[in-house]
């Protein structure tokens, strides 16, 4: 090339600016310097550009990394020569620069970071037009591998930032979706840049970067599971000031454009991502309050499933969600929430805090099937909490509950059971029609009772473990004389005669002693309110199926003389020892607490129907205990004169008794047929 190719540069400078020794670099860049001051007294901008561009296009061009670093140190020159006059040459200045950053050798990298800073620390906020160009530069220089060139691509950042901070005219909303496009890289010192920038815009007084936090939460939150402990660190700190911020100011703050960010955070199977998020979601819900409702379908997502832990190390996870699962009940419990929606999408309208109550009831039905007690525990409590606080609204959703509530009595744990029971029971009461309470125009008490039989007679071992606590919690929560009544009228339809024998013993077992039962047994005692005598003819049909249950209700209601005419009957039985073993269960029943009353009056006048009812029992038993100990109370009390004629009350004891012989001559039947069954089968 001859001279005048590069001029105003003479072949001597160009050859030091380009040479590998750093002194003549220098050297000629000062050289350039003072042309440059020169030219610009001159006011010749002409011979300015001609520099600028055989440096930044003629001299950049070449592939030599000599030929680039003299060009780098040419452009830094000319910056410095202009002083602020460099101004008016940014563009041309820094397009080649930044070009450089791509370079694959580490030393035209390192030469580009240096010219940058010196051209930037000129310029100063001047320089803020070009930002998208330098800060995409700074981003890809921060991932750098040669740690020679992430130096001074640090130097170069902390300057940048520094005019960024001191600037009254930055553009903070052009700035974000920069921010928004690197948050989600996976490169570690991509992230720790993107984390610095974050916090150094927070920190400065006239920048308001919560505003724009909804677009930069979700990748905050993904860096905290990130594998670097320093990044992890950085982030939490971060995101802390911006809570605590958020709480010193909630009125500035867009909770809805962030909720659902969080929601997805609450359920990382990562501890420190996930109680961030939901300590995060406590503070907003407490703070933006019934706003929050119409996300509590997703609230209770995350929330829920965490009441679960048990561990030591998520134990701040459980009980920050226990405080979420509680303030979200309260919000419902004040009224804000009175405005559920359902149906049609359930969306809340624009502006409106609505509960939504197609999403949370389809929530609490998921989370009924959580492997955790505690998760299913609150997902009941959570639908009783509804029926109590929104029982109009909460008609339309008992369809979807009610066979996730009726598959819950075979859980293994009490509280499950109770609670489940518990919302059945507040089912059909509030679905009851005309009026809530009247349980027998219920379209669900029926059907509800049904579907229990249902699961006991499909499963023996929930019959045997879990009947009798059942129906006693049901005595509870419901009418227990309704409960007997329903029951009965169910049972008499069924089939399988076996299981209606078992549900009658258990069922008159429940009777005669459980505490739950006491105002029942009571009522029964009573024989001459013709109510007692209706409930006694209506249970009566349905005992038959067990003849010692079905003595015991006479014993029960004073009818001793039918007790005798039934014991009679009882030598056309088929004794069996499961017969006998019922038998033995009643003279212990006898010789009971909740039987005093009875052995009492053995004393009285009337005492000689029961005495030839109790001595009938005794000839039914072979010479055990209990026969001894029914013998000796019998003898222990005085003698009694012969019975009086049975009163006469409105009880067609005849037709009874036919249904009782009626009821015995099929289950015979079934027996045969069941041991057909069983000699076919082996």
């Not at 010192?189 to 920190?203: H, M, N, P, T």
């Not at 660190?233 to 009125?251: A, G, H, T, W, Y």
């Not at 030839?612 to 010479?623: D, H, N, R, V």
């Not at 013998?631 to 036919?658: I, M």
Request: one cysteine or more.
């Amino acid at each position: 090339m001859s001279e005048r190719d590069y001029a105003p540069l003479s072949i001597a400078c160009v050859r030091g600016l380009c040479d590998k020794i750093y002194d003549k670099r220098k050297f000629a860049g000062v050289e350039i310097e003072k042309m440059v001051k020169d030219f610009s007294d001159a006011k010749n901008t002409s011979q300015i550009k001609r520099l600028i561009r055989v440096l930044g296009q003629d001299l950049m061009s070449s592939t030599n990394p000599n030929v680039k670093n003299g060009a780098l140190m040419g452009l830094s020159s000319v910056a410095v020569g202009l002083g602020k006059g460099c101004i008016d040459y940014l563009p041309e200045l820094v397009h080649p620069i930044v070009a450089c950053f791509s370079e694959s050798e580490s030393r035209v990298r390192y030469q580009a970071a240096e010219a940058l800073f010196n051209v930037l620390k000129i310029a100063r906020g001047e320089a803020l037009a070009h930002f998208p160009l330098v800060f995409d530069a700074l981003a890809r220089l921060a991932a750098d591998p040669e740690p020679q060139v992430k130096q001074g691509a640090e130097l170069l950042d902390r300057l940048v930032k520094d005019i960024v901070t001191e600037s009254q005219t930055f553009e903070l909303a052009a700035f974000i979706p920069m921010l928004r496009e690197r948050i989600y890289t996976r490169n570690a010192f991509g992230r720790q840049f993107i984390v610095s920038w974050v916090s150094v815009l927070d920190a400065v007084p006239d920048i308001d970067l919560i505003v724009h936090l909804p677009e930069l939460l979700d990748g905050l939150f993904k860096m905290l599971d990130d594998a670097n402990s320093e990044i992890r660190r950085m982030c939490d700190v971060q995101l802390n000031e911006f809570l605590r911020s958020i709480k010193k100011d909630p009125s500035r703050v867009d909770f809805q454009a962030m909720i659902n960010i969080l929601i997805t955070h609450a359920q990382s199977p990562e501890e420190m991502l996930q109680l961030t998020a939901i300590t995060w979601i406590k503070e907003f819900v407490e703070l933006a309050g019934a706003t929050m409702l119409p996300y509590a379908s997703g609230i209770l997502c995350a929330v829920l499933p965490c009441l679960a832990y048990s561990d030591e190390p998520r134990k701040s996870i459980r009980e920050t969600a226990v405080i979420v699962n509680f303030q979200l009940m309260k919000l419902v419990e004040s009224g804000e929430g009175g405005e559920a929606t359902e149906g049609g999408g359930g969306e809340a309208e624009e502006g409106s805090a609505q509960l939504e109550l197609d999403g949370v009831v389809a929530v609490l039905t998921q989370m009924l099937h959580h492997s955790s007690v505690s998760t299913k525990v609150a997902a009941l409590d959570w639908i009783l909490h509804l029926y109590s606080k929104l029982p109009a609204q909460m008609v339309a959703q008992t369809d979807k509950l009610f066979v996730g509530a009726v598959g819950s009595l075979t859980d293994a744990a009490d509280d499950v059971v109770r609670r489940a029971l518990a919302v059945l029971a507040e089912l059909c009461s509030c679905a009851a029609t005309p009026a809530p309470g009247d349980l027998e125009s219920s379209p669900y008490y029926y059907k509800f009772l049904q579907a229990l039989l249902r699961l006991l007679a499909a499963d023996d071992n929930l019959l045997e473990d879990r009947g009798a606590f059942i129906i006693r919690q049901l005595c509870i929560l419901l009418n227990a004389e309704d409960i007997y009544k329903a029951l009965a009228n169910i049972l008499q339809h069924e089939r399988n005669l076996r299981f209606v024998a078992t549900m009658v013993d258990i069922l008159n077992t429940i009777l005669l002693t459980s505490a739950e039962l006491y105002d029942l047994r009571l009522q029964l005692r009573h024989f001459d309110k013709p109510a007692t005598r209706e409930l006694f003819v209506s249970l009566y049909a349905c005992w038959c199926h067990s003849p010692v249950s079905l003595l015991a209700l006479c014993l029960l209601t004073h009818n001793y003389h039918h007790c005798n005419t039934l014991i009679a009957s009882f030598g056309d039985l088929e004794i069996t020892v499961d017969f006998l073993t019922e038998v033995d269960k009643l003279v212990q029943l006898i010789e009971s607490p909740i039987f005093a009353y009875l052995r009492l009056e053995l004393l009285g006048a009337e005492a000689g129907a029961l005495r030839g009812a109790l001595y009938g029992l005794l000839m039914l038993l072979p010479q055990s205990d209990a026969f001894h100990a029914l013998r000796a109370r019998l003898h222990a009390a005085p003698a009694a004169p012969a019975p009086a004629p049975p009163p006469a009350p409105d009880v067609p004891f005849p037709e009874l008794l036919q249904q009782f012989a009626r009821v015995q001559a099929a289950h015979r039947e079934y027996r045969m047929l069941d041991r057909g069954r069983g000699k076919l089968a082996s």
